[in-house]
């Protein structure tokens, strides 16, 4: 009888660290997947953005999203949660990437510009 109390006590005290742990790594009650997906889509606005500043370059002005694709500057991989856009002018570029997925706590815009300032909301 003590064995079984002893382990259930083990087992509880397991599982309060390993939520206490997790609530650390997924804040505001994200899912690892969500969070995991998110990390994919700034580095993929990061990507979108050197593409943006290499056109800026050779070009004297920023590219649309669909110009970096059609020259092969940029190859996104689909993501199933987020969709991208590019707003671009001669001097100005925002990449925004839109999330459609079903986890209320992700973020629902991640904006990336000229400055290389990434905000979410």
């Known amino acids: ?3 079984l109390v002893g382990i259930l006590i083990v087992v509880a005290a397991g ?10 790594i997924t804040p505001d009650g994200t899912t690892p997947k969500t969070m995991i997906s998110a990390t994919g889509v700034r580095n993929d606005l990061l ?14 002005k920023y590219a649309s999203f669909d110009e970096l ?3 092969g500057d940029i190859q996104v991989p689909a ?9 671009a002018n001669d001097s100005h570029f925002t990449i925004t990437a839109t999330y459609t997925g079903s986890d209320p ?3 629902k ?11 979410s909301n």
């Open 1 to 3: 009888m003590f064995g």
């Open 47 to 60: 990507a979108i953005a050197n593409a943006e500043r290499r056109y800026s370059v050779t070009n004297a």
């Open 69 to 71: 694709r059609n020259n």
């Open 105 to 107: 706590h992700a973020p």
């Open 15 to 24: 599982s309060y660290v390993y939520m206490s742990q997790l609530e650390k």
């Open 79 to 87: 993501r199933a949660d987020y969709t991208y856009s590019a707003d």
């Open 109 to 119: 815009r991640i904006t990336l510009d000229d400055t290389m300032t990434i905000t």
